[in-house]
């Protein structure tokens, strides 16, 4: 007969399973695939920041038989502040644990990974605000997208960047799309399934390529009335930062149940707006 007092996550050691969720949600999430972590670093604490020194711009100048001349050099500073704090709480009673035929905590912290990893999904998606102002498509009048006009509309969405000298540097461009806009691109003869790219550098979860950007599918992508916000740039527009601050497991008093909490907190900053676009296309 089973002893359902006993702690059935006697076994749990916090910082196994904070590095195992931490391993977990280091891949998978859509725009991870489009963000840089260069300045992450150790987070610990809610409001802990890290300072971006981005280079100044040197300007060159014809040489004659003047003296030379030396402008100062200003990098700007800006501050990637780590200001999100999410956590996830859940009890799980002892009868469930006895009468689970698998690994009741190990199915629980992937629901916890897919559960945070739709907040910041949705968080790294609102960047879109930060794009420069010359690289958006489909301002007051929207793009209408359908299985004729995507390719065009997306050519002149990665011409953006381009023109913007975003997609140099072997910067390769990324876009996010919905699953109403990608039932249009798999109709389009233009787009090159990731089945049929030839080369090996393909983002992870990418389902293809098109106007030489590689394509990732999200749901978070909803619509903002009657709009939808198509984003694409490189992985130098976005830096990002996370850090699982806390993971423990605590004997319920007041119940048969084991208590399971985690905190993680995150930020993220566009440090280089030119090297976003987005075309702002009618809801499909």
Known sequence: MSDLTTNQYSAFI????????????????VMLQCVNRNYEGEIKNQGDSVKIITPATVSISTLSDTAITYSELQPDETDLVIDQKKFFAFKINDV???QANQSIME??????????????????????AYVDAGNILGGVTAVTLDKDTIYENFVN????LKNADA???????WV??????????????????A????DSTLREGAIGRIAGMDVLVSTNLTAVNSKYYVLAGTNEAITFASQLSKIESLR????????????????????????????IVTAV
């Open 14 to 29: 916090p910082e196994i399973w904070s590095q195992k969720l931490n391993t977990m949600l280091a891949k998978n999430c």
């Open 96 to 98: 469930a644990q006895a």
């Open 107 to 128: 199915a629980h912290l992937q629901n916890a990974k897919k559960a945070i990893e739709e907040v910041q999904d949705s968080y790294l998606l609102g960047q879109q």
């Open 157 to 160: 969405l990665a011409l953006k």
């Open 167 to 173: 997609v140099s540097n072997n910067q390769k461009p």
């Open 176 to 193: 996010v799309i919905n699953p109403n806009i990608e039932s249009y691109l798999l109709q389009s003869p233009e787009f090159i399934s």
């Open 195 to 198: 089945y049929n790219v030839a």
């Open 252 to 279: 319920d008093k007041d119940s048969f149940s084991d208590l399971v909490r985690g905190l993680y907190l995150y930020g993220a900053k566009t440090i280089q707006p030119k090297s976003l676009a987005k075309m």
